[in-house]
């Protein structure tokens, strides 16, 4: 079992039936349960309670599902190995003595530990899919407007969306099944109008589909990892697939410009907590300035306050056309550059991440590494697509994840392709 799995450990039970009846859900703890509490991994909210459900517990409650506890992350989604927890790092089932990914690395891990059958996670920059190639389960980022919104404590808006996460790629789909569709409380969710299920895409039949394999995102894999990567794209070959080799040339600044735009949203997103409305308070009588900065230096962690800054900065005077600007012009050449490989493509294929789990406490040090490990995750969330991670197999014993890129709204093709493997 892995360690420090659950912040809460506190049982949601759902309707007596519905298509997650007797199912057990792990909820990443910055998604809002009225009454028990969300912290999203911060001494800030250490004893925040929320008055009310998000659109997915909601949603997950009505479908039967039994939601087991609120699961460790990093501190508000800050970080690739859930090792910025104000409540401590959890320990990878899959690779014991290992990381479990992040941000989602709780949700994760609860799966592979066989602590819940299911889990819910959110993904900004890849929180659902580093998790899910590290602790070797299935794990999906849906399109942007997707899934609501309703009820997640905002990181970075125009990034964000929550996901699934399960040992297989139907059970995955079935909870997307559950947790998909508009939403009155989140004006960017649409419906699709389509009535077959995610779950019923889970064929397993890839005769005929066409992968992209962007070169760009393999340059700076670990051996290891690239050859797993190909054993899974030749099985996928076997079974009536091909492949081709694309380009994407803009992803070569994708980490920069995501970081800057997650950054520069954070810093707005989390002003919000200043001992008063929200949080731990500053103690401080009379002078509100020494209060707040007092607050959030006792409420924050290291890296949180690392993100403030550097988004603080990049929106500041006379450095938001410099930073903030350029960052949302990469933005819109990323999503160009996928749409065109897409455009002669179904799918594009990647390892989810270019390394095997780092061990715990490797890259605390080094938030560079860390940084630079999204690299093949951050570009999606750039344009807006969906992606999937599933199990690629192992190299030195490590887990190795398999990431498929596809067009937005095109979640059905991903899982039928997935299908395959996992």
């Known amino acids: 079992m892995a360690a420090n799995v659950f912040i809460t450990e506190e049982t949601i039970e759902g309707a007596e039936d519905g298509p997650l009846a007797g199912r057990t859900v792990a909820v990443k703890d910055n998604i809002s349960t009225a009454g028990v509490r969300t912290t999203c991994g911060s001494a800030m909210l250490e004893e925040y309670v929320p008055p009310y459900d998000a659109t997915v517990v909601s949603r997950l409650k009505d479908a039967g599902a039994t939601i087991v506890g609120k699961a460790n992350m990093d501190e508000f989604g800050m970080g690739t190995t859930t090792e910025t927890s104000y ?44 998790p899910a190639a590290f602790c070797g389960v299935v794990g999906i980022k849906p399109t942007y407007g997707l899934v609501s919104r309703y009820g997640l404590v905002a990181y970075a808006n125009s990034l964000e969306q929550i996901g699934p996460l399960a040992n297989t790629v139907e059970d995955a789909a079935e909870l997307l099944d559950v947790i998909a ?19 019923d895409a889970a064929t397993g039949d890839v005769d005929g589909l066409t992968i992209g394999v962007p070169t760009e995102l393999l340059e700076g894999a670990d051996e290891g990892v690239r050859e797993t990567f190909w054993d899974a794209i030749a099985d996928l070959e076997d079974r009536g697939a091909s492949y081709h080799e694309v380009s994407l040339p803009s992803v070569e600044h994708a980490v920069e410009a995501y970081y800057v735009i997650a950054m520069s949203e954070a810093s707005s997103n989390l002003a919000r907590f200043d001992g008063v409305r929200y949080g731990t308070s500053g103690g401080y009588d009379g002078n509100w300035n020494e209060a707040f900065s007092q607050a959030r230096k006792e409420g924050f962690g290291d890296e949180v306050k690392r993100r403030i800054l550097l988004g603080t900065y990049a929106l500041s005077a006379g450095y938001h056309d410099k930073y903030y600007k350029k960052a949302q012009d990469a933005r819109a050449w990323v999503k160009q ?44 969330n750039l344009a807006d697509l969906p992606a999937i991670s599933v199990p690629a197999g192992e190299t030195d014993g490590l887990p190795v994840g398999l990431q498929l890129v596809g067009p937005a709204f095109g979640e059905r093709t991903l899982i039928r392709a997935a299908s395959a493997l996992a």
């Open 181 to 199: 569709g508009s939403d009155e409380n989140d004006a960017t969710t649409r419906s699709e109008g389509d009535e077959t299920t995610y779950a």
């Open 87 to 130: 409540f401590g790092p959890t320990d990878n089932p899959a690779a014991p003595g290992h990381v479990p990914g992040g941000s989602s690395g709780g949700s994760a891990a609860a799966v592979a530990a066989g602590e819940a059958d299911l889990a819910l996670g959110s993904d900004t920059g890849g929180s659902i899919r580093c």
């Open 337 to 380: 550059d996928f749409d065109e490989a897409l455009s002669d493509a179904d799918v594009l294929a990647s390892p989810t991440m270019p390394v095997p789990p780092f061990e715990l406490g490797e890259s605390l040090d080094d938030p560079l590494q860390m940084y630079l490990a999204d690299a093949n995750t951050t570009p999606v």
